[in-house]
């Protein structure tokens, strides 16, 4: 087994895993244990089938940034339940999913995967920063398409996106962007930026739709050549430049919010995730007889064990 480093967007998974799996099973206690067996089976799946050596479990530590919020007020307004003075807003979250996150990262550091976040930042931003140090292959677990600006096939750096289920998971690379956008990866932030993202609360160019955006970016590379050639009136319609410039005050923030950062005080962890420790597989077990995690926890088991 190669040096390969597995990085999962863990609430992306942990919500297709709540909303994937029937509530029938419950912990003794009553709990519900939905999310965390079908986040171990996702895992599972995820291990036997790409074969990491390190699995890190990314959180959002703070799932909407105060920075991110003063530049852009909208941002992820619309899954806010309660705006927190002294901290992190709080998220629409279901109860029984939120009743089961400390199982959840029980589950993972049972497995020795170990769980990264960063103060004010998302789980984004750790990815962003561990992708960029590793030395080498990652594969991204997600589906969020904004991480499609991390992509580099010259890094071994690809996205294992999930939005079409886990039965139909699909391998992002350079290629890939290229053939659904018609962007590079290095252009995919400019590009989203443009475009706007309403599931994010990012309104976009007004009138600048995907077929815009990547012919603008072909043809003046990136963001700042866009706007430097509207300025200009060079390369682009009268109708596009009117609109490129009437977003002046949204393009001068918006980058900032959409980039994913790469700099993040964090280490990633040096120790392999497999093979599994017996001793913690049998810690492991002990955890899931106590929580009905049942076959679920049995497969992340073999799974890491190999």
């Known amino acids: 087994m190669s040096d390969k480093l597995m990085l999962l967007d863990t609430a992306s998974l942990y919500f297709r895993a709540f909303y994937g799996i029937p509530d029938k099973v419950k912990a003794p206690d009553g709990t519900s244990v939905n999310a965390t067996r079908g986040l171990l089976d996702i895992i599972a799946k995820l291990v036997t089938l790409y074969d990491p050596s390190h699995v890190v479990a990314c959180w959002d530590d703070d799932w909407r940034p105060q920075w991110r919020v003063d530049l852009i007020p909208s941002y992820k307004t619309h899954r806010v339940v309660e705006v927190v003075a002294t901290g992190p807003d709080v998220e629409e979250v279901p109860d029984p999913l939120e009743a089961q996150l400390p199982l959840i990262r029980e589950a993972l550091t049972a497995l020795g995967i170990p769980i990264i976040g960063a103060p004010e930042h998302e789980a984004d931003d750790v990815i962003g920063t561990l992708a960029t140090r590793a030395a080498g292959p990652v594969d991204i677990v997600t ?71 990547a012919t603008l970016l072909k043809a003046h590379g990136d963001l700042d050549g866009i706007r430097a050639a509207a300025a200009a009136g060079e390369g682009m319609s009268t109708g596009v430049r ?16 959409v980039e994913v950062a790469r700099d993040l005080d964090i280490e990633a962890p040096t120790a392999p995730t497999r093979p599994l420790d017996p001793a913690m597989a049998d810690a492991a077990r002990d955890l899931a007889a106590r929580w009905n995690l049942g076959s679920s926890m049995d497969r992340a088991i073999a799974a890491l064990s190999d």
Do not use: C, H, W
């Open 242 to 257: 009117a609109k490129i410039a009437a977003a002046s005050d949204y393009l001068d923030v918006a980058p900032t919010v």
């Open 143 to 213: 589906g969020d398409r904004d991480l499609f600006q991390l992509v580099d096939d010259d890094r071994g750096i690809r996205v294992v996106y999930t939005a079409r289920g886990m039965s139909n998971l699909e391998i992002v690379t350079d290629e890939t962007v290229v053939a659904k956008y018609g962007v590079l990866p290095s252009q995919y932030a400019d590009f989203a930026t443009m475009r706007g993202d309403t599931s994010d609360g990012l309104p976009g160019v007004a009138g600048v739709g995907e077929k815009t955006a």
